[in-house]
């Protein structure tokens, strides 16, 4: 007892001297924080002040004013009538459609290449290698405007579209495809895809670690497919099962009817997603080159085919190297979409402009895009992070 007593460390007493290092680099700290904080109180206030005197209006109360524009392309109802608010909610909308859209398409064309540099065709891996040269060394803008003149003076025009099974219409005027009548049955459609989807990567998951244990190679495509189309038509039928649709018509001027897609959206799309997935390649690329040449052999030694063994050997050791420059580009695609502001695409930056040009508020225009933009990338950055841990490997 008396020995255990003498073995037990005392609790560390905080030092509150300078000479302590911890001590110091809280006094550092706060020293930082309290600059900056008055830098920018400094900034703002300068601001004000001279706006004042000058006469310029500044506050934020102009969001509640009628807009007074009209807005091409929204994904909520919106009329001219109402306050610039709800305009800028659209723009925000308008971005994040193009950046999640943009992110998922860009990931699954990128690692395609990213995998097809390493075939065993000499055709594929020069295609790969010729894709990833030719769109990384054109400026992303270009590619814009490229996309958007191929949309608006190639295609015919909106009163005399190309049919297909007269279902689907293009032309200048964008792209009109069927549409389910969104109901209550749509909704419970959507709800047991979700429910499938988390029912299928909780299958994956069992069926990974069951081959790690054993070393019987799964079934993972075909299951994982078949549980969200079961789960979806599950909740089609508890939702009545409705079967109308809004299908496209061509009238004497342009298409009516269905759903629609702008060239403008395309074009940014499109332009986005052909020059990020260059890059997302070779991000691609140098994770699959990171993984030692034996764990290949290892995994074609238990009998896994070429297409198994990148799947469920190489791509999983890769991921520590993919994921972190990988966050970079969904950023850098996130924030190169306010150049669709040239093809007149009305995301947050185009609408931004034209509440600065009505009202005058610049800096409060400005502002507001700044939060956006620092909103979507740290939410983004997040959600990698997360990943990323979750995703490392555990070393026993």
């Known amino acids: 007892m008396a020995q255990a007593s003498r073995d037990r460390v005392p609790p560390k007493r905080r030092d509150w001297s300078w000479r302590s290092q911890a001590f110091r680099g809280v ?21 004000t002040e001279n706006m004042r005197v000058r006469g310029i209006q500044s506050g934020f109360d102009f969001l509640a004013s009628p807009a007074g524009f009209d807005i091409g392309e929204v994904l909520i109802s919106y009329d001219a009538l109402d306050p610039y608010w709800k305009a800028l909610l ?22 395609m290449l990213g995998i097809g540099r390493f075939s065993r065709n000499a055709i594929v891996r020069g295609l790969c290698y010729g894709y990833v040269e030719l769109f990384r060394n054109i400026p992303v803008l270009l590619q ?18 190309l049919s297909v099974l007269d279902l689907f219409y293009l032309s200048k005027g964008g792209i009109a495809f069927p549409m389910p009548v969104w109901g209550f049955g749509q909704l419970m459609a959507l709800a047991g895809a979700a429910l499938g989807l988390v029912v299928a990567l909780y299958y994956r998951r069992r069926a990974l670690r069951r081959f790690e244990e054993t070393g019987r190679v799964p079934h ?51 332009g986005l997603v052909f020059y990020t997935s260059a890059f997302v390649a070779e991000v691609v690329r140098a994770g699959i080159a990171s993984v030692p040449h034996g764990q290949i052999e290892a995994a074609s030694s238990i009998g896994l085919s070429r297409g198994q063994a990148m799947r469920m ?16 580009q969904y950023l850098n695609l996130t924030k190169n979409s306010s150049l669709a502001v040239a093809i007149g695409y009305p995301d947050v930056v185009s609408i931004a ?15 507001i895009i700044m939060l956006v933009y620092l909103a979507t990338s740290l939410s983004t950055s997040a ?14």
Not at 383 to 396: G, L
């Open 27 to 47: 006094v550092y700290q706060i020293i930082a924080i309290a600059a900056i904080g008055g830098a920018l109180w400094f900034l703002a206030h300068n601001t």
């Open 90 to 111: 659209i723009g925000v909308l308008n971005t994040l459609r193009v950046a999640i859209v943009g992110i998922v398409l860009c990931t699954v064309m990128g690692t």
């Open 144 to 161: 814009l405007l490229m996309w958007y003149l191929l949309f608006t003076e190639l295609l015919p025009a909106p009163y005399e579209p």
């Open 220 to 270: 993972l495509f075909w299951p994982t497919v078949g549980t969200i189309l079961v789960f979806s038509f599950a909740g089609w039928v508890i939702g009545g099962a409705p079967t109308s649709w809004n299908v496209p018509e061509q009238g004497e001027m342009s298409v009516t009817g269905g759903g629609t897609v702008t060239p403008e959206f395309m074009a940014v799309l499109l």
């Open 313 to 328: 050997v190489v791509l999983p050791q890769a991921l520590r190297v993919i994921i972190p420059p990988m966050t970079n």
């Open 353 to 367: 402009n034209t509440a600065i040009n009505q009202t005058g508020r610049a800096v409060e225009c400005i502002a």
């Open 383 to 396: 959600f990698m992070n997360w990943y990323n841990k979750r995703s490392a490997i555990k070393e026993r």
